[in-house]
């Protein structure tokens, strides 16, 4: 099953091995793509979709110092050597767009504010040039300032198809901005974008509705963690959070939803991916822990339409060709998930080395 032909929107899939969107913090200064980041998605075009690192869709939203960027014609001419270099081994490659809010820091920002749905700060400490730092708070985004973070991921939408992108996904997951609106851990607000799911998402399908206008819905995927704790994140519900978003979210006609099932640091449990499935009648993808065997029962019992591999993938350039063959998977070695460099990033071995 995984090696089935999928219809992802504008795109046919030859297979449902999709690399999920991991960050590696190997961009150079002024937060550019570079030619090694060329190669290391180059490397990885035998999946169905490539879905990229997080790109900041504004300047002064850095959370990881190293991370590119997709606000700027530099950036954009940039990253055409990494689009140029994919859809030359025949690959296809979306860009998550995204917006750290509340998990930035003026010190990897010239000093920029964080904004976010809350002024309560991420818990614990974050890396900065200078060493670590305690996470601080946020100002809170008036209803005035949103339109304006709307227009960047809009730009960003546009700038990424400009630099030759099949499309983008939208990062709502994982503690950052669009996630800080969306449970209510992290949203604590009294006026027209906090209190119910309704309100909590409104920043959401706003970034949404703009997005797939400017680019079309069949160039738009969505990205959602509703267990993950990562960031200091939690929901009192996340299986209604996921069952009121996934109904809802059939109204875009995406070209995907992407679900990450479970907890980084287990501190939430739940089965949204019955949820998820039950209630989005679109190309559901899942992940988090997936092995080959897992994926491939999941979709030939329905369950998902496909898988993204994370860290499998990162250790195994040919990871599909790995999993058709019953191949021995390099082991990733998480020493190097962020260091600069090639090691740990482009070196990994294929069969055939």
């Given at each position: 099953?995984l090696?089935h032909?999928?219809q992802?929107?504008?795109?046919?899939?030859?297979?449902?091995?999709l690399l999920?969107?991991?960050?590696r913090a190997?961009?150079?200064?002024?937060?550019?793509p570079?030619a090694?980041?060329?190669?290391y998605y180059a490397?990885r075009?035998s999946g169905?979709?490539l879905?990229t690192?997080?790109?900041?869709?504004a300047?002064?939203?850095?959370?990881?110092?190293?991370e590119?960027?997709?606000?700027?014609?530099?950036?954009?001419?940039?990253?055409?050597q990494v689009t140029?270099?994919?859809h030359a081994?025949?690959g296809r490659i979306?860009?998550?767009?995204?917006?750290?809010?509340r998990?930035?820091?003026?010190a990897?920002?010239?000093g920029?504010?964080t904004?976010?749905s809350?002024?309560?700060?991420v818990?614990?400490?974050?890396?900065?040039?200078?060493g670590k730092v305690?996470?601080?708070?946020?100002?809170?985004?008036?209803?005035?300032?949103?339109p304006?973070?709307?227009?960047?991921?809009?730009?960003?939408?546009?700038n990424?198809?400009?630099a030759?992108?099949?499309g983008v996904?939208?990062h709502?997951a994982?503690?950052?901005?669009?996630?800080?609106f969306?449970r209510d851990?992290a949203?604590?607000r009294?006026d027209?974008y906090?209190g119910s799911m309704?309100?909590r998402?409104?920043f959401l399908f706003?970034v949404l509705t703009?997005?797939?206008?400017?680019i079309?819905s069949?160039?738009?995927?969505?990205r959602l963690?509703?267990?993950?704790?990562?960031n200091?994140?939690?929901?009192s519900?996340?299986?209604?959070?996921?069952?009121?978003?996934?109904?809802?979210?059939?109204a875009?006609?995406l070209?995907?939803?992407h679900?990450?099932r479970?907890?980084?640091?287990q501190?939430q449990h739940?089965?949204?991916?019955?949820?998820?499935r039950?209630?989005?009648?679109g190309?559901?993808?899942?992940?988090?822990?997936?092995?080959a065997e897992?994926?491939?029962?999941?979709i030939?019992?329905?369950?998902l339409d496909?898988?993204?591999?994370?860290t499998?993938f990162?250790?195994?350039?040919?990871?599909?060709?790995?999993?058709?063959?019953?191949a021995?998977?390099n082991?990733?070695?998480a020493?190097?998930f962020?260091t600069p460099?090639?090691v740990?990033y482009?070196?990994y071995?294929?069969?055939?080395?």
């Amino acid at each position: 099953m995984l090696f089935h032909p999928l219809q992802v929107g504008a795109l046919t899939l030859p297979n449902r091995i999709l690399l999920a969107p991991l960050t590696r913090a190997r961009a150079d200064a002024g937060h550019m793509p570079n030619a090694m980041m060329a190669e290391y998605y180059a490397q990885r075009a035998s999946g169905g979709l490539l879905i990229t690192e997080c790109t900041m869709v504004a300047p002064n939203t850095s959370a990881f110092i190293a991370e590119p960027g997709i606000y700027s014609d530099e950036q954009v001419a940039a990253w055409k050597q990494v689009t140029s270099a994919v859809h030359a081994k025949g690959g296809r490659i979306f860009m998550q767009i995204w917006h750290a809010g509340r998990a930035a820091h003026p010190a990897i920002n010239d000093g920029a504010r964080t904004v976010s749905s809350t002024a309560t700060p991420v818990e614990g400490d974050i890396h900065t040039p200078t060493g670590k730092v305690p996470h601080v708070p946020a100002h809170v985004l008036t209803e005035t300032e949103i339109p304006a973070i709307v227009a960047a991921f809009v730009q960003g939408a546009k700038n990424a198809i400009a630099a030759g992108f099949d499309g983008v996904e939208v990062h709502g997951a994982n503690g950052y901005l669009i996630d800080q609106f969306l449970r209510d851990g992290a949203n604590d607000r009294t006026d027209g974008y906090g209190g119910s799911m309704e309100n909590r998402a409104r920043f959401l399908f706003e970034v949404l509705t703009a997005v797939t206008a400017a680019i079309g819905s069949d160039r738009v995927g969505l990205r959602l963690s509703p267990l993950n704790s990562f960031n200091s994140m939690k929901d009192s519900d996340p299986v209604a959070l996921i069952g009121f978003l996934a109904e809802k979210l059939n109204a875009y006609k995406l070209a995907y939803l992407h679900v990450m099932r479970a907890d980084f640091l287990q501190a939430q449990h739940g089965d949204v991916m019955t949820v998820a499935r039950a209630k989005y009648q679109g190309v559901l993808v899942g992940n988090m822990g997936y092995t080959a065997e897992e994926a491939t029962q999941a979709i030939a019992d329905g369950k998902l339409d496909a898988v993204a591999f994370g860290t499998s993938f990162l250790a195994n350039p040919d990871l599909p060709a790995r999993i058709k063959a019953g191949a021995p998977l390099n082991a990733p070695d998480a020493n190097t998930f962020y260091t600069p460099g090639p090691v740990g990033y482009t070196d990994y071995p294929t069969m055939a080395a």
